[in-house]
């Protein structure tokens, strides 16, 4: 065993050099190396790899694609598996296997996706985790991951009341603090495989930076594969296949289309109650929340499907009590802050002669992360609604 982990002095004789220059996804070599001496002399894990990888392309596939598209199980699947045959994901797999590990970009974008606007203790660190795993994978990949949760800090700071109205000094620090703690997770993942050496920084000062580039035609060009309607773009160079990220023409047609819908409504359907619009959805706020409601058919019932997450803190519930234009429908007692399903169902009894359906959620134990010591957001918060789906009877 040596520092950095994998080096081997029979690569670069008589120097040597780390394996992870090998695209053979060091974090895996380190944990079969007790194994050595048991395995066949030529035992290789490539394979197995890429089937790993399959696993978890489909799962986090279907976790981002059941986030985006209103927690719809069967729209869920069909992006699950588009995920899991995007050209750019099996053009990987001919040979750089390290490579095929996009779940890490999704799950970087699911943390992306659901993270609020006051990350927990749990967030930060599965940020960092990502973020180092991604570098013992490929650097590459390290750098994707890295920017995504980036992203998930700049945001939350661009939508924390708390952060807001803070000085410039301290949102900065706010910033900074949480980037830097992803960035020091992934720099240590390099430097512990030695994909990164701090004190030989001259050795990466080397030409050819730039031949393996990404056209900006990538999405819409199949290559040489061939495609069923687009032709082969230009390239700048012959080493522009590297950049090969093809999406597909479902994919084209598919972003076409969303492209073309008008803009959700959504944000029509709350009255009273409701904080500022935030990524994954809002706050309630206040101790009652208002969803108005038009059904088209009157005759008609329906059976609601929420996705919320409560505001629970060590010995304080949350209790919400629902009522449609007046009539009780459902109340429920919440004990945990995880994000969770409930449904609840509304005849057609209860819905006006105009099809109006007014939603009132009764929150009677609403109180404010101020209350808790949490922050200086004074909010009375009881839930933050995710999603809404609605099936008609």
Known sequence: MSLPLGWSRALGYPLGEPIAWLDCVPIVALLLWPLRDILPWDFQYLGLIF????????????????????????VAIAGALLFLVAPPFVFRSSGHFPLTSHWLILAALILYFTSSAA????RLAAGAALCFLA?????????????IDTGAHLRAAMSS??????????????????????LASAIAGLIIFGLLRPLELLAYAEGGYGAFSMNLLAPIDPGNFGALVLKPQPQVGILQYEGYNYLGLGVILLGTLA??????????LLGR?????ESWGRWSDGDEAVLILRFA?????????????????PGHDQRVEVSANGNAVARWRFTTPDAQDVSFHIPAAYVRPDGIVSLTFSLPDASSP??????ADARQLAFRLIGVRINLE
């Open 51 to 74: 089937a790993f990888n399959c696993v978890l392309q489909l799962y986090f596939g279907y976790r981002i694609s059941w986030h985006l598209t209103g927690h719809s199980r069967l």
């Open 119 to 122: 990350p927990t203790k749990w």
């Open 135 to 147: 570098a013992t994978i490929h650097a590459y990949i390290m750098v994707m991951v890295l920017l």
């Open 161 to 182: 009341k708390e952060v807001a109205g803070a000085s410039l000094g301290a949102r900065l620090y706010w910033i900074g603090l949480r980037v830097g703690i992803s």
């Open 259 to 268: 492209l073309g819908r008008r803009p959700s409504e959504g944000g029509k």
């Open 273 to 277: 109650g409701w904080s500022i619009p």
């Open 297 to 313: 058919d009157v005759s008609r019932g329906a059976d609601f499907h929420l996705s919320l997450a409560p505001f629970v803190m």
């Open 370 to 375: 101020r209350s808790f010591g949490l922050s």
